[in-house]
């Protein structure tokens, strides 16, 4: 019974850090460069306008069917965060990028995986929501990445 209980334990331990660690903001420089990302990622840029993320040796040019979230937002803001120090086996080392929009007051986020580029999750932020009884503050509403999406996605990286 002891070792079931430190087993549950040490699970639950490990969950609770990836729940509870926090983002490392990135900067993004007037040239697009990314600063604050471990050596490994690095040299990293994002092109706002191409809407192009580099990253080490590996590019992706964020495809149609990710940017559809946010087109049409006349001028989206750009941000990034980035998580490299949780434990890889429960959830990608990633970078976050978040969509934001004054004239839609509406959020994206995309999170790529640091490794390959590849975007695994995408979600639309909504603010003061209810959901099946629950107020949430902040509501990050999952949107499914459909089988043509994840081609597309895969086409898009590539390397230096």
Known sequence: MKIILLLFLAFNHNIMNVLAHEDTPIRMENNGALVGLPEKYSPASFDSSGLILDVGNKIIS??????????????????????????????????????????????????????????????KIQEDVSVDGVSYSLYFNAQEISENCKEEISNSITKK
């Open 62 to 123: 964020i495809p149609d069917c990710v940017t559809r979230y946010f087109a049409g937002d006349r001028s989206p803001t750009f941000t990034f965060t980035a998580s490299w120090y949780h434990d890889s086996e429960l959830l990608p080392y990633y970078i976050s990028l978040v969509v934001s929009s004054e004239q839609n007051q509406s959020y994206i986020q995309i999170l790529f995986n640091l490794e390959t580029l590849e975007i695994f999750e995408i979600n």
